[in-house]
RNA sequence: GGGCGAUUGGCUCAGUCGGUUAGAGCGCGCGGUUCACAUCCGCGAGGUCACUGGUUCGAAUCCAGUAUCGCCCACCA
C-alpha cells in the first residue's frame, strides 16, 4: 500500500444529496449579491456589451409547471454564461397579472365559497384578487429560487405594479395621439362565459358536427304587402336562433335560379319584419340552397355585406347569449334553447324545408371552451397594419433574429394577415382604459394617473367625464414589458444601459400573443426593435407526447421532482432533450440520467479531491502543472478539454443547448472519467515517479476538472458551484464559481489524442477479446503487442495504466509482428486494432475457460467487417469519377484508409489460417 | 383551404449548411464485491436513416413528389 496520495478525509461528503447543499448554495449566492449586474459581487466587466435576457414573466395564478421550469434554465443558462464571460448580465424577474387567466382561476375559487363576480362587486372581488395573487405570488417566485434562476430580485417587477401602469397609460396615450389606438363599433368575439370580448386568437377554431337547416322565407305579394304562403325563397343555416337578426337575404348575382327575386322583400319568421333579397358575389351558389340569410350583428361574412348593404343591425342576443330585445316569447331564452324552440316553430309553420348534418368550425374561447358569439361593441382597437410593417422589416433587415430560423415564416404570415387588435376587456382585473368621455360622445385620453382635468375637445370639467369601464387585454402591458421594466417612459439609467435587450426566450406558441407585439409595440414606442434575438424553444410534453395540463393529470410538479433528484437533474434534463423549437417528450428516465450525471461527476471529484499527492498540502494554492513532467494522459486530457470547450462554446452561440450538455456529458464522463482518471490512477499511486510527475497529474486533473466545472456550471449550477469551492484555487479566482471566467479553449494536441485514441483501442480489443472468448475477467494474462515506432514512446508512458486496464501481465513489447507471432506462437487470442496488433496468450487455468470456438467467431465476423469496408473502399478508387472529380484529401483519406485495411484483412486471414 | 415541422436500432432523441465504418441515453443479452462512483464498471447484440425519383464521383444530409403523424393559420352560411 503506497501512500503516495494523502488519506485525509475532504470535506466532500461520499453521497451525492442534491437536497442537502442546493438550498445553501442559493443563499450563498444571494448573500454575495452576484446576481445584479450592478450588484457588490458581480465581477463583470463595467466597459463589456451588457447582456439582457427577456424571459415571459409567469402568470401569477398558481404554481410553476415543468415548462416554466425548463424557460427559467434556459434563459438562467444564458445569463450565467454572460455573466461568466464577463458582461454585466441583467435577468429580470417578474409576474404577469394575467386578466382573464387570473379571473378565471378565481371565480372558481370563489364559485366553490357560493360566490360569483356580480355577488361580490367590482371592489370586493378586486380585494379578493389582490388576497389571492399575494399567496401565489411568494410561491411562485420560491419556485424559481429553488430551481437556482440567478434572478436579479432588486428589480422583480410585475404587469400591475406601479412602473408598469405608468407605462400602459403612456403608451395607450401615444397610441391613439399617433392614431394607431381607435374607438369604433365593430363585430368583435364575445365570450359568454367569460362577459367579455377576447382578441382573434383567444377564439380556437374547433371542427364540429352541426346541422344544417333550410328553412322557407315568404316572399312579400307586391300588390297586398303580405307574405305569400306559396311564394317562397329557401335559406340554408345552422344557426336558426338568428333569424331574429336577420335583415336581408343573399343570392349570387348571376344564379339564375333567383334573379327574378332580388330586389323582392321576405317576410323575416317570428319578428315579422320584411327585409331585402340582394345580390353579393360572397355568396357560394353551390353551397346549400345558393340563398343565405344575413344577420349583420352575429356574423362576420354577414357583418361586411351589411355594411356594403347598408343593413339595419338589429342585436339580438345579452351577454349572457340569451336572446334580447327582439320582442318575440324566445327574449330570455339562451341560444341554444331558443334554437331548439324556433326549429320546432318553423317546423310547425311548415317553413322547416329540411335538415341534415354539417362538418363546421365552431370558434370557442381558449380560456372557458365557450362557443364565442359574434356581438356588435364600441371598443378599443389597436391599428395593426403600420406596427406589423415594422415589426416585419425588423425581422427582414435582421436587426432582429429568430432562432429557429424556420420561425420567421409563420411570422411573416401572421404579420402579413393581421388585423387590428380589440384591447377592450369587460373583466376587471387589469389596467383600467385611460380613456374618459363626456356627456356629447367626446373621447379624452389621459396618461395622468389621475385622469384628465377636462374634456380634451369641449373643456367640460373632468367631474363630468366618465372613464371607461373597461380594461386592457393582459398581453397589452405583457407587449411593454422589455421596456416597461426598466422605467420606460422615463429616461431612467435603466433603461438608458439595458435597453433594447439582448435575447428574448420564450416557447413558440406565445409568438403572436406576445413577441410580436412586444416588437410591434417596441418599435413604435421606443423607436428601436426591443430585442436581437428571438430564441423559441418547443413545449414539453409527457412520455406519450401529450400536452401536459392538469385536466389530463400528467402534469409534472418540478418541486417534487427537485426535491426527489435535485434541481440540477432537473435542469440538466430539460435542457438535454431539447432541439431549439422542437417539443420533446419529459420521463423519468431522463431525469434518472441527469441524477446519475450529477453523481458521476460528484464521485469523480471526490476521487481528485482525494488523491492529492501527500507532497502537497491540502491548502495548497492552485500551481500549473509543468509541461515538461505531463505524460501523454496528461496531454490528452488538457485537449480533450480543449476540444469540449471548443464544442460548447459554438453550441452556446447557436443556442443549441442540448448539445451543450451532449458535450459536457461525453466529455467529463466518456472520456475524463473513463480514461483521463484512469490512466491518472496509476500514476497518481506509482511510488516510483518523482514526485514532480505525480504532482503534474493532479494539478492536471484539477485543472480539467475546474474547466469542466465551469462549463458545466450554467446547466447544473448547484453541483459544480458545490464542488468547484472543494478543488484549490487560483488567488485570482473569485469566491464563487458563479462569479468566475468562463474558459478561454486550450490547445489542442492533435499528436497526442491520436497516440492515446489507438491505445484506447488497444485496451478495448483486449477487453473485447477476453470477454468474448469468455476468460475468466478477473485474470491476469500473458499479453504481447507490436505497434508503429511512433506510438513507442506513448506506449511505454502509459504501460502500467494499459497493463492494469487490460489486465495485462507480463505486457511485452515486440518490434515487428513478426517478432510477436514468433514469441507468442500461433495459440492465444488475436487483437488487431487498427495498426497495433496484440496477443494474447490463455495458458493455464485461464487458458482452459477461454473459448476458442467464440474467438475464432470473433475473428471471424471482425474479418468480414474489414473485407466488407475494404472492398468499398477499393471500389471508390476504383472509380474514375471519383478519382478525378472528389478534393484530394477525400481520395487521400480513402486510400490511407484502403491500405490499413488491406493491412488488417491480412493479418485476420493469416491468423484465422494460421 | 393554406403554411410549418416530424419520420434514424424496442423506446426517447442527436447527427455541426454532402465526404472514410450513422451516434447517445434508456431498454435488452453476457460478465463484474480491484481502494471515486452498483446512481457504478467491462463486453456485446440491434439501424434497407418512411417511400419513390432526381442532382452528384459520393446523399440520413440537397431537390421534386408520395405516405403517415403532429402543430399553426383560415369569416364560406
Given at each position: 500500500m503506497t501512500d503516495t496520495t494523502n488519506t485525509t478525509t475532504n470535506d466532500l461528503p461520499k453521497a451525492y444529496r442534491p437536497a442537502d447543499f442546493e438550498g445553501a448554495i442559493y443563499e450563498r449566492w444571494l448573500a454575495a449579491d452576484v446576481f445584479a449586474p450592478d450588484g457588490a459581487g458581480s465581477t463583470a466587466d463595467p466597459e463589456a456589451q451588457p447582456f439582457v435576457i427577456i424571459q415571459p414573466p409567469p402568470n401569477i395564478t398558481g404554481s410553476l409547471h415543468l415548462g416554466h421550469a425548463q424557460r427559467a434554465t434556459v434563459e438562467d443558462l444564458m445569463i450565467r454564461h454572460a455573466r461568466m464571460l464577463g458582461r454585466p448580465a441583467l435577468f429580470l424577474p417578474g409576474l404577469d397579472h394575467a386578466s382573464i387567466a387570473a379571473q378565471f382561476v378565481l371565480d372558481r375559487i370563489i364559485a366553490a365559497e357560493g360566490e360569483t363576480r356580480q355577488s361580490l362587486g367590482r371592489e370586493r372581488y378586486l380585494e379578493r384578487m389582490r388576497e389571492f395573487v399575494a399567496a401565489t405570488r411568494e410561491v411562485m417566485l420560491g419556485q424559481e429560487r429553488r430551481l437556482g434562476a440567478s434572478f436579479d430580485w432588486g428589480r422583480l417587477r410585475y404587469t400591475m405594479d406601479e412602473v408598469s401602469a405608468r407605462a400602459v397609460r403612456a403608451a395607450f396615450r401615444r397610441l391613439y395621439e399617433r392614431d394607431l389606438a381607435y374607438r369604433t363599433e365593430a363585430l368583435v368575439n364575445w365570450c359568454p362565459g367569460c362577459r367579455t370580448s377576447v382578441s382573434d386568437l383567444e377564439v380556437v377554431s374547433t371542427p364540429e358536427t352541426g346541422t344544417l337547416w333550410s328553412v322557407r322565407y315568404h316572399l312579400i305579394d307586391e300588390a297586398t304587402g303580405q307574405p305569400d304562403p306559396a311564394a317562397t325563397i329557401?335559406?340554408?343555416?345552422?344557426?336558426?336562433?338568428?333569424?331574429?337578426?336577420?335583415?336581408?337575404?343573399?343570392?349570387?348575382?348571376?344564379?339564375?335560379?333567383?334573379?327574378?327575386?332580388v330586389g323582392r322583400r321576405v317576410r323575416i319568421p317570428f319578428v315579422e319584419r320584411d327585409a331585402p333579397v340582394i345580390a353579393d358575389t360572397v355568396v357560394d351558389r353551390a353551397f346549400g340552397t345558393g340563398a343565405v340569410k344575413i344577420t349583420p350583428a352575429h356574423d362576420h361574412d354577414d357583418y361586411e355585406t351589411g355594411r356594403r348593404h347598408g343593413l339595419p343591425m338589429p342585436t339580438i342576443l345579452d351577454d349572457a347569449a340569451a336572446i334580447a330585445g327582439t320582442g318575440t316569447p324566445y327574449d330570455g331564452l339562451d341560444r341554444y334553447e331558443a334554437r331548439r324552440r324556433i326549429v320546432a316553430d318553423l317546423e310547425a309553420r311548415g317553413d322547416l324545408a329540411g335538415e341534415r348534418p354539417h362538418e363546421m368550425v365552431i370558434g370557442r374561447c381558449q380560456r372557458s371552451d365557450d362557443v364565442i358569439e359574434p356581438r356588435l361593441k364600441t371598443q378599443w382597437f389597436i391599428r395593426t397594419g403600420p406596427l406589423a410593417a415594422a415589426a416585419l422589416e425588423a425581422t427582414r433587415s435582421g436587426r432582429t433574429r429568430i432562432v429557429p430560423g424556420h420561425f420567421e415564416k409563420t411570422w411573416e404570415h401572421w404579420l402579413t394577415n393581421i388585423r387590428d387588435w380589440n384591447v377592450s376587456r369587460q373583466l376587471w382585473w387589469g389596467h383600467r382604459i385611460p380613456a374618459w368621455y363626456c356627456p356629447d360622445g367626446h373621447v379624452t385620453v389621459s396618461s395622468d394617473e389621475a385622469g384628465p382635468d377636462a374634456c380634451a375637445v369641449c373643456s367640460r370639467p373632468a367631474s363630468d367625464l366618465t372613464q371607461d369601464p373597461d380594461i386592457f387585454d393582459t398581453w397589452f402591458s405583457s407587449g411593454l414589458w422589455p421596456f416597461s421594466t426598466l422605467g420606460w417612459p422615463e429616461s431612467t439609467p435603466d433603461y438608458a444601459r439595458y435597453y433594447p435587450t439582448t435575447v428574448m426566450e420564450t416557447a413558440y406558441d406565445i409568438i403572436f400573443f406576445w413577441v410580436a407585439r412586444m416588437v410591434m409595440l417596441g418599435i413604435e414606442l421606443t423607436g428601436e426593435t426591443p430585442f436581437a434575438t428571438i430564441a423559441l424553444s418547443g413545449l414539453i410534453r409527457d412520455p406519450i407526447g401529450r400536452k401536459m395540463s392538469k385536466t389530463t393529470g400528467n402534469v409534472v410538479d418540478p418541486l417534487g421532482v427537485m426535491d426527489e433528484t435535485g434541481a440540477d437533474a432537473l435542469r440538466f434534463a430539460v435542457v438535454h432533450g431539447a432541439t431549439p423549437g422542437n417539443d420533446q417528450r419529459f420521463s423519468d428516465q431522463k431525469l434518472e440520467n441527469a441524477r446519475n450525471f450529477a453523481n458521476k461527476l460528484w464521485n469523480a471529484t471526490r476521487f481528485v479531491v482525494g488523491a492529492r499527492p501527500v507532497t502537497i498540502a491540502a491548502d495548497a494554492p492552485r500551481a500549473t502543472p509543468d509541461p515538461a513532467h505531463l505524460g501523454p494522459g496528461e496531454r490528452w486530457v488538457r485537449s480533450r478539454l480543449a476540444a469540449t470547450t471548443g464544442e460548447v462554446d459554438r453550441a452556446l452561440a447557436e443556442f443549441a443547448f442540448a448539445e451543450v450538455t451532449r458535450a459536457l456529458y461525453d466529455g467529463i464522463w466518456s472520456e475524463f472519467c473513463d480514461w483521463g482518471l484512469e490512466l491518472a490512477k496509476i500514476r497518481l499511486a506509482d511510488a516510483t515517479l518523482p514526485a514532480a510527475e505525480r504532482e503534474a497529474t493532479w494539478w492536471t486533473l484539477v485543472e480539467a476538472l475546474d474547466g469542466y466545472l465551469r462549463l458545466l456550471h450554467p446547466v447544473m449550477p448547484f453541483v459544480t458551484e458545490e464542488l468547484w469551492g472543494a478543488l484549490p484555487h487560483r488567488a485570482t479566482d473569485p469566491a464563487m464559481l458563479i462569479v468566475a471566467r468562463w474558459p478561454g479553449v486550450g490547445e489542442r494536441d492533435l499528436v497526442v489524442e491520436g497516440q492515446v485514441q489507438a491505445l484506447v483501442e488497444l485496451v478495448r480489443g483486449i477487453r473485447n477479446a477476453r470477454s468474448e472468448a469468455h476468460v475468466e475477467p478477473a485474470s491476469w494474462l500473458p499479453v504481447g503487442v507490436a505497434l508503429p515506432v511512433a506510438l513507442g514512446p506513448a506506449f511505454e508512458a502509459l504501460r502500467p495504466a494499459i497493463e492494469r486496464l487490460a489486465r495485462a501481465r507480463p505486457l511485452e513489447r515486440y518490434l515487428t509482428r513478426e517478432a510477436l507471432h514468433g514469441a507468442m506462437g500461433s495459440g492465444g487470442l488475436a487483437v488487431i486494432a487498427g495498426e497495433i496488433e496484440a496477443m494474447i496468450?490463455?495458458?493455464?487455468?485461464?487458458?482452459?475457460?477461454?473459448?476458442?470456438?467464440?474467438?475464432?467467431?470473433?475473428?471471424?465476423?471482425?474479418?468480414?467487417?474489414?473485407?466488407?469496408?475494404?472492398?468499398?473502399?477499393?471500389?471508390?478508387?476504383?472509380?474514375?469519377?471519383f478519382t478525378s472529380k472528389a478534393p484530394a484529401a477525400v481520395i487521400e483519406g480513402v486510400r490511407t484508409r484502403e491500405a490499413e485495411l488491406a493491412d488488417q484483412v491480412e493479418r485476420l486471414r493469416s491468423r484465422l489460417e494460421g
Open positions: 329557401t335559406v340554408a343555416t345552422t344557426r336558426p336562433e338568428t333569424i331574429l337578426g336577420d335583415t336581408a337575404v343573399a343570392v349570387h348575382p348571376d344564379d339564375d335560379r333567383y334573379r327574378a327575386l496468450a490463455v495458458g493455464g487455468a485461464a487458458g482452459d475457460s477461454a473459448d476458442a470456438r467464440a474467438d475464432r467467431i470473433r475473428l471471424e465476423r471482425e474479418l468480414a467487417e474489414a473485407e466488407g469496408f475494404l472492398e468499398a473502399a477499393r471500389a471508390r478508387l476504383a472509380n474514375e469519377a
